[in-house]
Nanobody
Framework: QVQLIESGGELVQAGGSLRLSCTASGRTFSNSWLGWFRQAPGKEREFAAAISLDGDSTFYADSVKGRFTISRDNAKNTVYLQMNSLKPEDTAVYYC???????????????????WGQGTQVTVSS
């Protein structure tokens, strides 16, 4: 069982930047797709970004495309989410997720992902 631990969430002003990190323990995730989801108050959890095993392929929700960048360092068992030009509507709990295996389908569906972290709070003030 892999454990995913997110960090880096905090209060930031609109227009600012944050970098979230997610580190795995108990098992390396070099053979896993990695993703970031977020859940705003009163809303469902939604897909934000995902990255392939080797980092060559990335996918983004339209709402974050051009502002967020997902990356990974397999040597450190860590995935990052660089968030720039933050908006108040980016306020949410951000969750890291892992899907074990080379292939993935329905990347935006919650049930596609096998392991989840506990989340880190990001608050963007206007």
């Amino acid at each position: 069982q892999v454990q995913l631990i997110e960090s880096g969430g905090e209060l930031v002003q609109a227009g600012g930047s944050l970098r979230l990190s997610c580190t795995a323990s108990g098992r390396t995730f070099s053979n896993s797709w990695l993703g970031w989801f977020r859940q705003a108050p009163g809303k469902e959890r939604e897909f934000a970004a995902a990255i392939s095993l080797d980092g060559d392929s990335t996918f983004y929700a339209d709402s974050v495309k051009g502002r967020f960048t997902i990356s990974r360092d397999n040597a450190k068992n860590t995935v990052y989410l660089q968030m720039n030009s933050l908006k108040p509507e980016d306020t949410a709990v951000y969750y890291c997720a892992a899907h074990f295996g080379y292939f993935i389908v329905n990347i935006m569906r919650l049930t596609t992902w096998d392991s989840w972290g506990q989340g880190t709070q990001v608050t963007v003030s206007s």
